[in-house]
């Protein structure tokens, strides 16, 4: 390996180790926070993913405006895609983790601390993740992306305010400050939250995480001999990424995400111990498993087609402010709502 990926790995695990610790300490999730806010009035947790995402959001558009990282080399920002397939996607994953009572990045830190749910949730997600990027699945989601495909001059916030006569760099800086300012608004503005200093701590540390990975990738693994995908933190694919390099790691390279999920495994778990969280945890019924299994299938599925989850649209992606991660996101609440607002899913989760 040259120099360059070498570096793009370290920062991958260095990345990966810091999600893990400050993922278990301080319970960051979309799903808890989604079902803690709309079933039982605790707006807290969903605060503190709002805060991530409006300072993921201007570090990553300060990277850009300052050059330093072409987001446009990223998935999130390609000239076509399918807005049917991403909302498709967007529904499946977001059902899927209320199913599966927590998204991809929980269920990897929840795995750390030794929960063996989470074990077969992170398995079934990495398996049908590659059955839809690479599988038995990949042909009709190829289908459906080709049939619906469309192309737009326009696919960010950024170029959408840059079309009115402003420079790139104060186009992305104004974006920012505008999105950025409607999240820190709704994240502050509730009391609770501002008393709460280590869930602030928690949003800044994560939210600053996903600049982090664009630099490392966009801008330290910028070489054009041998250049590394420009990417941050994401879960779906690089889960299944992972699984294929566990499985078949001769002749294959370790990559970015796979040293990420490596790093939140290995986050998690010392914390647990040094904190003395690790505890071993299982199913109670042959029900809970079926649900959570059934979960993980619809979350690497939906995943896949949605480009991500809710930590790789929810924060990486909405970090580019591109209008497909705007579709994708959207999926993701929409599904959880379904899910929530379902009396019978209310009523598994509290018998749980």
């Keep these: 390996m040259a120099a360059v990926p070498n570096i793009v790995i370290i920062a991958g695990a260095l990345i990966g180790v810091v ?7 301080s319970g960051f999730c979309l799903t808890t926070g989604l079902r803690n806010w709309w079933t039982k009035g605790d707006g807290r947790m969903i605060r503190t993913f709002a805060l991530a995402l409006a300072v993921a959001i201007a570090g990553t558009q300060a990277l850009a405006a300052a050059e330093l990282v072409d987001l446009g080399q990223s998935i999130y920002l390609q000239p076509s895609f399918s807005a049917a397939l991403i909302l498709f996607g967007g529904l499946m994953f977001g059902y899927g983790m209320v199913a599966a009572n927590a998204c991809v990045s929980r269920a990897l830190v929840l795995l750390g601390r030794g929960n063996l749910r989470s074990l077969v949730v992170v398995a079934t997600v990495a398996v049908t993740a590659q059955m839809t990027l690479k599988g038995l ?27 009115s006569g402003l420079d790139d760099p104060l186009a992305r800086l104004v974006a920012a400050a505008a999105v950025g300012g409607i999240l820190l608004v709704f994240a502050l503005a509730h009391a609770p939250f501002r008393r709460s200093y280590g869930q602030i701590a928690a949003a800044v540390t994560i939210g600053l995480l996903i600049p982090a990975g664009w630099f490392a990738t966009g801008y330290l693994g910028a070489d054009p001999f041998n250049p590394a995908p ?86 990486t992606g909405l970090s580019t402010l591109a209008l497909p991660s705007a579709v994708a996101a959207t999926g993701i609440l929409l599904g959880a709502a379904a899910a929530l607002r379902s009396p019978a899913r209310i009523s598994a989760l509290a018998a749980a």
């Design 19 to 25: 999600f893990g610790a400050v993922g278990l300490l």
């Design 137 to 163: 699945i990949a042909p009709a989601r190829l289908a459906f992306l080709h049939w619906s495909a469309t192309t737009l001059p326009i696919n960010s916030l950024p170029a959408l305010i840059s079309a």
């Design 230 to 315: 420009v990417a941050s933190l994401t879960f779906v694919a690089p889960s299944a990424d992972s699984l294929q390099y566990v499985m078949f790691s001769t002749g294959s390279t370790l990559s970015f995400g796979v040293v990420l999920v490596a790093g939140v495994l290995l986050g998690s778990f010392v914390t647990a111990l040094v904190t003395r969280r690790f505890e071993w945890e299982g199913y109670g019924s042959a029900t809970h498993m079926l649900r959570s299994i059934g979960g993980a299938a619809l979350m690497g599925s939906g995943g896949a087609m949605a480009y991500g989850c809710t930590i790789g649209q929810g924060l």
